[in-house]
């Protein structure tokens, strides 16, 4: 089975704080692995994906095989980053499988 | 920049009648999906379409679901007599052809509400 776990619901920063935004995968083969983010009255949108190994908006994400992650990082949060983020997966096939998100805060 | 639209943004519907979403996306993709987000729970998957059939659907996907791509741009979503967990938020996507690891671009959504 395929599954995306992000374990938190809520997670408040301060403005220049670093923020990790956790993510665990169940799948038996080699998934691909997405970060979308919805920021206010907006549409999900990609924010990066594991194959593309980018740096987008200050944001990485390493995917670490061994203990099933792809914890999505930033060293010093914007209080534009506030929104809400999802982990994704897409392991042989076309869907993607989503966690419930987490709603980011970044506080001044 | 090209985007998914999806209309209408808001629905509201008694339990039993049928509904239909509708759907563009971006002009030159082949690949197009609906997922959907019951309040306070996960985005989930319902079907993925190309080359005017279905190529992959969820266990959500049953009879009461259907898409159709009608003419050139229009991708719909049918559902035949809802049900009151019909209830949520049904996002369109399209992706470009080839690597099926290629971003799926999303529609703002259409908030569906079953009374």
């Known amino acids: 089975a395929q599954r995306v776990t992000q374990p938190e619901k809520l997670l408040s920063v301060f403005k220049g704080a670093p923020v990790e935004l956790k993510c665990n995968y169940s799948?038996?083969?080699?998934?691909?692995l997405f970060w979308y983010v919805q920021y206010s009255r907006q549409r999900l949108q990609l924010l990066l994906r594991h194959i593309s190994r980018e740096s987008i908006k200050g944001f990485t994400a390493d995917l670490n095989k061994g203990e099933t992650s792809f914890h999505l990082k930033k060293p010093f949060a914007q209080e534009e980053d506030s929104a809400m983020y999802y982990c994704?997966?897409?392991?042989?096939?076309?869907?993607?499988?989503f966690g419930k998100g987490t709603k980011l805060t970044v506080n001044p | 920049e090209p985007e998914v639209t999806q209309t209408p943004s808001h629905q509201v519907t008694q339990m039993g009648q049928e509904v239909i979403l509708r759907c563009v996306p971006i002009?030159?993709?082949?690949?197009f999906y609906w997922y959907r987000q019951i309040l306070g729970q996960k985005v989930e998957f319902l079907v993925s379409f190309y080359n005017n059939e279905i190529s992959e659907k969820s266990e959500i996907f049953d009879d009461q679901f259907s898409v159709e791509r009608p003419d050139g741009s229009n991708f719909t979503l049918k559902i035949r007599s809802t049900k009151l967990e019909d209830s949520a938020m049904y996002f369109c996507?399209?992706?470009?052809?080839?690597?099926?690891?290629?971003?799926?671009?999303f529609g703002p959504g259409t908030r569906l509400t079953v009374l």
């Open positions: 996507a399209s992706r470009t052809s080839g690597y099926s690891y290629n971003e799926q671009f």
């Open positions: 994704a997966l897409q392991g042989g096939s076309e869907k993607l499988v």
């Open positions: 799948y038996s083969g080699s998934p691909e």
């Open positions: 002009s030159n993709h082949l690949y």
